[in-house]
């Protein structure tokens, strides 16, 4: 999983602050996707990129979330107004091509707390 | 719809030991993907194995291996002569042959290799 770097790794914010989550995906890959880790949970699928595009957001929360993977830059998960429940460890991963089947190599994680 | 069961919650084994961690999956697709991913304390997730529908084979890489049964839809991890550095949480994943590559990951089970 070398290469995929998510920044910040430890983020704490306050009830009602944004949370901005960013993810560079590995050289070469131009598919980018978000999962969230509940405490003692299994990861749950939010979203998936590609360059300018959402391709799939049917595990974003309706409200408060949203992402974006620019021409030029990393992908952004932002959380707006956050609250208690939003506190998890956030995961990007990114795959070379679009393809059924395609490993995804995942980051290390953004903890976020909310305080 | 596609559901990954890892009914080991947690496993406690002695170094040298070995262990072997179940998944059991749900799927409608004839083609799809299965994947197991390590967390280990530090938190970041890495990749294991991929392994797709059509190839029953079972795999060895060291002292890991894994059993592929699609009679059983089970494709269970074993990890031979265990050491400590083993310890971690253990996931199993379920891709299948759909646009969006949303995977679906179990629950994860969290081994513990004691010296």
């Known amino acids: 999983n070398a290469g995929v770097m998510q920044n910040p790794r430890h983020l704490v914010r306050r009830r009602g602050q944004e949370a901005r989550l960013r993810c560079s995906p590995m050289k070469g890959h131009s598919h980018v996707y978000w999962y969230r880790q509940l405490p003692e949970e299994g990861l749950k699928f939010m979203v998936y990129?590609?360059?300018?595009?959402?391709?799939?957001e049917s595990g974003m929360p309706k409200e408060r979330f949203s992402a974006e993977f620019p021409k030029e830059g990393p992908s952004i998960l932002r959380i707006q107004q956050v609250v208690r429940g939003d506190s998890a460890a956030y995961f990007c991963?990114?795959?070379?091509?679009f393809g059924a089947g395609n490993t995804i190599y995942f980051g290390e994680g953004s903890w976020l707390t909310v305080v | 719809a596609q559901k990954v069961t890892q009914a080991q919650t947690e496993i406690s084994v002695v170094e040298k030991e070995d262990v072997t961690l179940d998944c059991v999956y749900e799927?409608?697709?004839?083609?799809?993907?299965l994947f197991w991913y390590k967390q280990p304390p530090s938190g970041e997730l890495v990749f294991l194995i991929r392994r797709n529908s059509f190839d029953e084979q079972n795999e060895i890489s060291g002292r890991y291996s894994w059993n592929f049964q699609k009679s059983t839809s089970s494709f269970n991890f074993t990890i031979t002569a265990s050491q400590v550095v083993d310890s971690a949480v253990y996931f199993c994943a379920l891709s299948e042959d759909n646009y969006g590559q949303n995977f679906v990951f179990g629950p994860g089970t969290r081994l513990s290799v004691l010296p």
């Open positions: 990129l590609q360059k300018e595009n959402i391709i799939d």
């Open positions: 799927t409608r697709d004839t083609t799809y993907y």
């Open positions: 991963a990114s795959s070379p091509y």
